[in-house]
């Protein structure tokens, strides 16, 4: 039903198929869901954000799960359906409780509200908050 | 500049005063910022917005700096500069280190990049993502 | 500071300049905002928005103050900011107070947080509200 | 299909059936629609928002027919499906004939169209404009 | 289900006939697609909206297909379903093959991710880019 | 003013100046801007962002140009400030047109309309345009 039909394991090339093992092996699954199978069409772009999420979403400084909160809010913000189901699924996978998942979902609301208020307002940024006031 | 003036102290109602005070009180700062004075014009709102934001904010399954993470995606996803700013300037109050600050924009970046990607392909939702599929 | 300069009267094309007189006569002022001075330098789609911008904001089956309202909700909704202080002004001379400013901008908001609520949850559209079900 | 599933009245706390008989109650008929049963999982945000939508949607200095047109126009803005459904329902059930659609639709789709072409074009706003302009 | 029925032939006014007759002989088809049936509510849009996109999309400085290309990357960054399928399509039809619908894709995932990174970030616009810098 | 400093030649890392120096060749100037100075703060995020967008831009099916127009469709449409001067004068310099560019803004303006209209009309995609449909 996409603009581009979802590729089988048979119908992708071979480069594209390596980075569906990279997922099947990354994610202990054989199952490689159909965002991946859509990109598939261009191998390059398939390898290019594969490996740049893959880069992205590691540990670091904030925590994988805490990672995948902030994507589902910008998925949620940019009203991409796909993208919230993806990434609240991920999300549950990496531990997220229906607790955090109520929470995530008020700040969320909370968010696109005072977005709109402030946007209606027009209120000028205080110079306190801009960088170059910092010390 | 914006929509509406900034309301001072002395030009604020007495009940949008008493939310100053509120304001000064949790943050204990002198200073109210100027989203605050704006929505000083309709003291209702503003009582019901303060009241609201500090439920949603508090400490709970999420801690309040990933939850001030949360907003920050939020609010660049919905182009909202002033949001932007002060949140940002409210994390790095909270602990947001520079390197917390690098990954969260390198997580939005990702996200309104595969945001992007998947709405132009169309893809349908996988049936294991959704939650009518859970046992 | 725009991605065009804004065009004089002087050097504004006839075609252009016939429009600024509209605008003028229309409403009852030499002044001619900048939008109308950037859009001319392609003075075709100058014309085509300014005749189509008044037939569509005219009185009908809506008043022209709530046919601004509405304008101001698209424009925050969609984070313009020149569209937003425009049709501001705009709402303000035909007769918006400041207690139905107010109520706008709650209801935005209002608007804005639970169309985040529904996107996070991914709420299937009820069979009663579809057009084909009506009798 | 949701990220969450539908509470029926029998898996529905006490504290979100409470809400359900409100929203009966204030709309005289027995169905509870998909959004609130799926905030029912939160009641806490559940109350939250059914208390804070009927205060802000009660009559005021605008009617209740144009805050749904307002709701409309914010919801289609953010490109809501389920909000763009349930308000054209509740305006229509509140009033709003065909004509009155047709030319709220007409205003959405003029102030998306010169949104668009001010944000192109970085039109910088004119100084009256501007709230601080005013005598 | 739509929140308007999609009007047939017999259902359509007079005037909305003529414009469905225009896009048949325009398109070399007798199919004239649900968009349109949509719009006949209000022939004086569904007119206007018809006659504004044939001269819109007419060839010019650019051609027809980059326009289409133009077309389907301002659909997806506003998360348009229906535009993206039926803008797609016009593509195809128009020459786009499936290596140009790969690089357009990643251009539109790029360039989402750079606007997200600069939004926030809030970097200030440099000098050199504005119009008024120009000699 | 921005939610981080911009950092000169002299602060920014070894690995943020080499990509510096990549900018400068790759366009034959000696002027940095202030996106890639805003960025230098993770060098990481810098090089990536630097690699995937010369990688993304360069000449392919779609010409240089085409993607510039492209960038700026999706930037205007997101209302990034930075991204739509940036890119405007991008384009310039490869080689738009004052005729170009005001065909670009006639087509985002016309998508953002039609957008809108589909998505208040909440219009069902035709079969025909899926991709499944394709023999």
Chains 1, 2, 3, 4, 5, 6 share one sequence.
Not at 76 to 81: D, I
Request: charged fraction near 20%; include cysteine.
């Amino acid at each position: 039903m996409g603009t581009v039909r979802l590729l089988s394991d048979e119908e992708a090339s071979a480069e594209a198929l390596a980075v569906f093992d990279e997922i099947r092996a990354a994610r202990g699954t054989d199952y490689v869901n159909n965002f991946w199978r859509a990109l598939a069409h261009d191998p390059g772009l398939l390898r290019a954000t594969w490996d740049r999420l893959r880069a992205v979403m590691a540990p670091g400084a904030l925590d994988p799960l805490v990672k995948e909160l902030i994507y589902i809010a910008v998925s949620t913000a940019n009203g991409c359906e796909y993208c919230v189901h993806s990434h609240t699924a991920a999300a549950r996978a990496k531990g997220m409780t229906a607790e955090m998942h109520a929470e995530l979902l008020a700040v969320i609301g909370m968010a696109a509200q005072t977005n709109a208020l402030v946007t209606g307002l027009q209120t000028p940024v205080d110079d306190m908050f801009k960088a170059d006031q910092a010390p």
